[in-house]
């Protein structure tokens, strides 16, 4: 993929010295105005004059400003005790004007809009980042110091608080879900610096994903350009349905495909930094893979549905005694469809929460209650990993060469004692077990959801998945101790 083809994150206007100019989208959330009624609207109305009319107090023009101290360029080499070195030295040293090293503020511009009458404005993480001062501009001009209540770089959400006397003019988040293709928005914000621009488009797609774990864009033709990072994308009732983050651009400018984080993942993450300053995700302790149709095969299932857990490593799974090669159909009573499915329904749940976690397993379905951890502080662990290294050659199956983990071996790859498998040390390049991923160096620890540790081991899981008429055979696959379901055909 090219470079013109690339989603990156809005990247603010800088001052100062820092001008590059980057494509950007802006994140709105559906809202109604705290000062007034929301208005119904079910078709394009003959303007939008209305609708930017009272929404548009509660959009707000954020300056941040940043001290930076960064080298801007070299002093000229003179010989010692040339007068021109004396020169230099009062014209660049520490109290010259030409200083490289002496600080400079640089300034960045975005977009935000406020959520509360007492002054809380939603704006992008990147928008503020590394900011040591955060200045808010008003609609009606009026510009007062907002200070940071916390970030999640994860769905690039910051939230800021203003301190004023009066209430302020809001907007509420809306539905994001209930957005279709073709429906009518609204972008507000702060495009290349120039304040409180309105443009209007329609949703053009939905889901989309760009690079984070918990993606959930709606894709906009409505023009969003540098500046317009962290502003809101309104429907025609006035709600916010998304925050303007990012835009698919070749040269930095709009070209109708912009992005905007779904409001229904804003508002949850809004809502845990309001309360605790920081995100709180629920978290199920397990690896996971989609399920492929081959796979889906390879275990007796009616279609590719559901999360395949990998691995299970100490966690409130493990505890639950969820296992690897369990298939995850369904979280909390909604059903699972794909691994990133759970992933998001497992960070929207609270901490703490037992839940009802149902998998297939052998063909059966078994349900189980899980307590859930805190995702945060699961991802500060810290675990030790170690590299696979090949083994001598010892037999060819399925066009993989295979040899059985010995003591010596396991040791070298850094496994622990006991531990068992087959070692592959050889894909041939024209295999299915190459075009699904398989390379040398990997370890085969199941067959079947069997385990396996001897290459009698899997020749019999071989045949039994013959025997049962099926077209794969499930390996578990662990890459530098990373476990990976793979189907490989066996007829």
Do not use: C
């Amino acid at each position: 993929m090219t470079a013109s083809m690339l989603s990156v994150p809005t990247e603010p206007r800088r001052r100062g010295g820092l001008a590059g100019l980057f494509p950007v989208i802006l994140l709105g959330v559906a809202v109604a105005l705290g000062t007034g009624v929301p208005f119904r609207a079910n078709a394009a109305p003959d303007s939008f004059a209305d609708l930017s009319q009272k929404v548009s107090p509660a959009v707000v023009n954020i300056t941040t400003t940043t001290t930076v101290t960064a080298p801007i360029g070299g002093n000229p080499v003179f010989p010692e005790g040339s007068p021109f070195g004396d020169l230099f030295k009062d014209f660049n040293g520490p109290n010259g004007p030409n200083n490289p090293l002496a600080p400079r503020e640089s300034n960045a511009l975005g977009s935000g809009f406020v959520i509360s009458a007492d002054g809380y404005i939603v704006t992008n993480n990147h928008v503020i980042e590394d900011a040591d001062q955060i200045e808010i501009e008003f609609f009606s001009g009026e510009r007062m110091p907002a200070k940071l209540v916390g970030t999640d770089p994860k769905t690039d959400i910051a939230l800021l608080k203003v301190e004023n006397t009066e209430a302020l003019p809001f907007v509420a988040f809306g539905d994001s879900d209930v957005m279709r293709v073709g429906d009518w928005v609204l972008a507000v914000g702060n495009p290349l610096g120039q304040g409180f621009s309105v443009s209007a488009g329609i949703i053009s797609a939905r889901n989309r994903e760009l690079s984070g774990t918990y993606d959930d864009y709606l894709q906009t033709d409505a023009a969003i350009n540098r500046g317009n990072s962290g502003g809101p994308l309104f429907n025609l009732d006035g709600e916010v349905v998304g925050v303007n983050t990012a835009i698919l651009s070749p040269n930095g400018g709009s070209i109708g495909i912009g992005f905007s984080m779904a409001s229904n993942v804003v508002s949850k993450v809004v809502a845990q930094l309001q309360e605790f300053g920081a995100t709180r995700r629920g978290w199920l302790g397990v690896k996971i893979q989609d399920v492929t149709p081959d796979m889906a095969e390879a275990l007796g299932l009616g279609n590719a549905r559901g999360a395949m857990v990998s691995d299970v490593p100490t966690g409130p799974s493990l505890d639950a005694g969820i296992k690897a090669g369990d298939v995850i159909t369904s979280f909390d009573g909604g059903e699972v469809r794909n691994s990133r499915d759970l992933v998001r329904r497992v960070a929207d749940a609270p901490v703490g929460q037992e839940v009802a976690v149902v998998v297939m397993r052998g063909g059966e379905t078994v349900t189980l209650k899980v307590t859930l951890g805190q995702r945060e502080l699961a991802e500060g662990e810290s675990a030790a990993e170690t590299e696979a290294t090949p083994v001598p050659t010892t037999r060819s199956l399925l066009g993989l060469t295979l040899a059985p983990l010995t003591p010596q071996t396991a040791g070298e790859m850094g496994l622990p004692a006991g531990a068992q498998g087959l070692v592959i040390t050889e894909v041939a390049s024209d295999s299915e077990a190459y075009q699904r991923g398989l390379r040398a160096g990997d370890l085969i620890t199941e067959a079947g959801q069997r385990p396996v540790a001897t290459l009698r081991d899997l020749d019999a899981r071989i045949e039994e998945a013959r025997a049962a008429g099926r077209k794969s055979v499930l390996l578990l696959i662990r890459r530098d101790g990373e476990p990976r379901f793979v189907a490989l055909p066996v007829v």
